[in-house]
C-alpha cells in the first residue's frame, strides 16, 4: 500500500514536470514567432538613434531646443513612449525633454559586451547627453532605472543641474552580503531554461496587464491602451533572450551594493527631487524618506492612494507636482 502512494505521488509529479516543461517550452517558441521585427522598422518614427558609449540608443525628443534638458530616465520593462504624459507635460513648460530607451528594453540595440551594469548603463546615460551635444540637464529616473541615473551623477555631478527620483528602487537597504537563492542561480545559469521562464513570464504580452497590476495601486488607470504601450516592443528580434541576460545580471551580479555607497550619496548636493507613491509595496515610502535623508538638498513629495508608478497610476498628478517643484529646485541658488 505504502509503495503504491509513493509510486502515485511519483507519477503525479512527473506528469506535473512535464506539464511545466512543456509549457516553458511553447512559450519559447511562442516568443520565437513573435520577435520577428527589426529595431529600426519598429520604433516609432517619431524618435531617433544615437550612439551613446558602447550601443546605438533609441530617443524621443519635444519642447523647445533652447530650453532645459531633462533626461527621463525608466524603470523595468518601460520604455521612453511611457513617459508620454510627462513628456507632453515638461514640453508644454518649455523644458527641451529627452526620454530615452535603456538597453536592453524598448528599440535600442543590445550591447554586443551585454553589459547590464549600473556602471555600463550610468556611462550609457551620459553619452546621450555626448550624443545630443547637452552640457548638463536634469536627470530623472524611475524604480530601477534609478540605479542607473545616481550613477551617472556620481560619476558627473556637474552635469546633472537637477536629480528626481521617483520610487527609486536603489537597493540601499540590501545586506551587503545577500547571497541569491541556490535554485534562482541554477535556473538563471543555464541560457535554454532562462529563456524559456523569460518568454513564458516577463515577455509574454499575455501578461503585461497582470504585471503592470501587482506593481501599481491604481488599477483604474491601466487601460488597454496603456497596456498596448508597454507591449510593443515585445515585437523586437531578440527581446526575450536580451531580458533574459539582463535579469541574469540583476539577479545574480555581484557589483558593489547600494548600501555600500551611502557616503557617497551624501556628496551630491545638486537639488534633488524625491517624488513617491504612499501606497508602494514594491520600494515602500520608508526607502524614500531614507533616501530624502541621504542627499543634502532633496524635498520629498508623496503621492497618497498611488503605488509604484505613479507617472502611469495618476498622470495628472504626477505632472502636477514634477513641473512646479522641479521649477523650483532650478530656480534655488
Known amino acids: 500500500m505504502f509503495r503504491r502512494v509513493l509510486f502515485r505521488l511519483f507519477s503525479a509529479a512527473l506528469v506535473l514536470a512535464l506539464l511545466v516543461l512543456l509549457t516553458l517550452v511553447a512559450f519559447r517558441i ?14 516609432p518614427v517619431a524618435g531617433q538613434f544615437v550612439t551613446a558609449a558602447d550601443v546605438n540608443i533609441y530617443v524621443q525628443q519635444a519642447g523647445p531646443p533652447a530650453g532645459v534638458p531633462v533626461l527621463l530616465i525608466h524603470g523595468l520593462g518601460a520604455w521612453s513612449e511611457t513617459w508620454r ?177 551611502v557616503r557617497q550619496y551624501r556628496q551630491l548636493t545638486m537639488p534633488a527631487l524625491i517624488i513617491w507613491g504612499e501606497r508602494d509595496t514594491i520600494t515602500p515610502l520608508a526607502q524614500g524618506l531614507h533616501l530624502a535623508s541621504l542627499l543634502v538638498n532633496a524635498t520629498l513629495v508623496s503621492m497618497p492612494g498611488v503605488g509604484h508608478i505613479p507617472q502611469l497610476e495618476a498622470a495628472d498628478a504626477f505632472d502636477a507636482l514634477l513641473v512646479p517643484n522641479l521649477e523650483q529646485k532650478l530656480a534655488s541658488p
Not at 511562442?30 to 520604433?43: G, H, K, L, N, P
Not at 551594469?117 to 551635444?133: E, N
Not at 536629480?163 to 540601499?172: E, K, R, S, T, W
Not at 528580434?237 to 541574469?248: C, H, I, K, P, S
Open 30 to 43: 511562442a516568443s520565437q514567432a513573435r520577435e520577428d521585427a527589426s529595431r529600426v522598422d519598429a520604433a
Open 85 to 261: 504624459p510627462t513628456i507632453d507635460a515638461l514640453a508644454q513648460a518649455g523644458y527641451h525633454v529627452v526620454a530615452i530607451d535603456l538597453p536592453p528594453f524598448g528599440y535600442s540595440f543590445r550591447p554586443t559586451s551585454t553589459d547590464y551594469s549600473t556602471a555600463a548603463q550610468a556611462q550609457r546615460i551620459l553619452g546621450v547627453l555626448d550624443a545630443l551635444k547637452i552640457d548638463s540637464a536634469v536627470l530623472v529616473g524611475h524604480s530601477f532605472g534609478a540605479r542607473a541615473t545616481v550613477q551617472a551623477a556620481l560619476r558627473a555631478p556637474k552635469r546633472v543641474r537637477a536629480l528626481v527620483l521617483v520610487c527609486a528602487a536603489l537597493g540601499l537597504q540590501e545586506s551587503p552580503d545577500a547571497e541569491p537563492p541556490l535554485l534562482a542561480r541554477l535556473l538563471l545559469e543555464v541560457p535554454t531554461v532562462r529563456n524559456a521562464l523569460v518568454a513564458t513570464t516577463v515577455t509574454n504580452p499575455w501578461l503585461t496587464s497582470t504585471f503592470l497590476r501587482a506593481f501599481t495601486e491604481r488599477h483604474d488607470a491601466i487601460t488597454p491602451q496603456r497596456v498596448e504601450v508597454y507591449r510593443r516592443p515585445l515585437r523586437v528580434v531578440g527581446t526575450t533572450q536580451a531580458y533574459g541576460r539582463w535579469l541574469e545580471q540583476f539577479m545574480l551580479s555581484d557589483e558593489q551594493p547600494a548600501s555600500r555607497q
